[in-house]
């Protein structure tokens, strides 16, 4: 039985998203009246929309437990083959079309590593993060591209009076929360998060699950970078550059564990997403220090994470107490 204390800490900290998010509105609208303007409003919307995008993926790899570090070197090699593709004469929806194949290739080929090689996760990734942003580098020759009007028509286009990016977050927003709280394999990921070796036994098939995961954060940061550079408008040798940090702070902010097994796409990932891109829209309007961004990004994560951990400590001392009450 749970004490009130207990009850009370829960909530807050199953919450704590909710309650930072409400809070920095309040504090920036406080500070300036332009925050709280409907055009800025959905300025915020619509830039959170990659990063929403890449976090998705990263809830899906992260419930089981695991991490994928490359989706920004995902994000910036398939930029720089799609920006030299058009600039080249190459078709819009054919550049498109190779920026998501980059994506599940990439993400294919983290799955191979993980689970036909099983190494750990945390170092395939890692070694696919430099290998993809030095290939891309090299490709790009470290230089900036600036792609034509055509594809920053995907970031101002509208359907049926909503901004496209947005469009297509609503759309990764419904896939990934049906996926994960309706169908069987949602329910997979999560045992596998809990305890891989039980969801084993029972029959899952850990090895071709988790290679799934590793697919669909490839492909969901590939449709992350067409958001981005639909945005910019330009490949520049940053472009990408710790995506992966952002994905995870969104993620984790919103609730999902980084011990697996526990989360959501929406709320809790999408309001993550949308409480960092506040933040940083937030100093942009009140005209802050530039040096300030990557400090209160920063101090973001690790709230993020000191607030998983404490999480994570107090839900297993309740499960320990609780299995030696049934013992008793």
Known sequence: MKSPR???????????????????????????????????????????????IVAIGMTFVLLTAGVDLSVGAIMFLAAAVAGKMVLGGAPLWLALAVILLIGLAFGAVNAFFITRL?????IVTLATLYLGRGFALWFTETRAMNLPPSFLAIGTERWLGIPLPVFI?????????????????????????HDAEV??????????????????????????????????GAVSPTF????????????????????????????????????????????????ADPYLYPLITSAIIFSAVLTDSIRSDLLSKLGRRKIRVEEA
Do not use: D, M
């Open 118 to 122: 099983r190494l750990i996760a945390f």
């Open 169 to 193: 977050l609503a759309a990764a927003v419904v896939v990934a929360q049906v996926v994960l709280a309706r169908t069987p394999f949602g329910r997979q990921i999560y045992a596998v998060g």
């Open 240 to 287: 990408g550059t710790n995506k992966e940090f952002a994905a995870i702070a969104a993620a984790v902010l919103g609730g999902t564990s980084l011990f697996g097994g526990r989360g959501k796409v929406f709320p809790g990932t999408v309001l993550g997403a949308l409480l960092i891109q506040s933040v940083e829209n937030g100093l942009v309007v009140l005209n």
């Open 6 to 52: 207990t009850q009370f800490i829960l909530l807050a900290l199953n919450n704590a998203s909710l309650v930072l998010f409400i809070a920095v509105l309040a504090v920036f609208g406080a500070l300036s009246p332009r925050f709280f303007t409907g055009p800025n409003l959905v300025n915020i919307l619509i830039q959170s929309a990659s990063t929403a």
């Open 199 to 232: 969801a084993r036994k029972a029959g899952v098939n850990t090895g071709r699950l988790l290679a799934a995961v590793y697919v669909i954060s490839g492909f969901c940061a590939a449709v992350g970078g067409i958001l981005a550079l639909a945005q910019l």
